[in-house]
Every structure is written in structure tokens, then in C-alpha cells.
């Protein structure tokens, strides 16, 4: 796509790009990291991936085995 378009075009999309990212709210890092780790915190307990899934409620757990004879 930008192969087809003129230098003229290729500025004006970015700088059209610019325009938004200029209006984007920006927080401090201090402020969001620390929203994160609480909220990290609050949902670990509920975290698959943390507490592991119970063999009953697994739904990847294989049905039935091989048996060659």
C-alpha cells in the first residue's frame, strides 16, 4: 500500500498519525504500574494459570487412551 502512494501522501498519514498520538491521554508510570500490580494481585486467585485447573474441569484432558493389542 504505501508503495503505491506519493512522498506528499506518506507524510500526510503520518502526519495525521502524529495529530492522534499528540491527543492520547498520557498517565504517569507510577501511577498505572501500581494499578496493575493491585489489580495483578486481586485476580490471582482466580488465575488458571497460577493455581492450576482441577483434572474434572479440564477440558484438554485426554478422554480415553491407546491400547494396541
Given at each position: ?11 500526510k498519514?503520518?502526519?495525521d ?7 492520547t ?33 479440564n ?11
Open positions: 500500500m504505501a508503495q503505491d502512494m506519493t512522498e506528499k501522501e506518506l507524510k498519514m503520518e502526519l498519525q502524529l495529530k492522534k498520538e499528540v491527543k491521554e498520557r498517565q504517569m508510570v507510577s501511577k498505572t504500574a501500581k494499578e496493575l500490580r493491585d489489580y495483578i494481585e486481586s485476580m490471582a486467585a482466580e488465575d488458571p494459570l497460577l493455581k492450576g485447573i482441577p483434572e474434572d474441569k477440558p484438554f484432558k485426554e478422554k480415553g487412551g491407546c491400547t494396541i493389542s
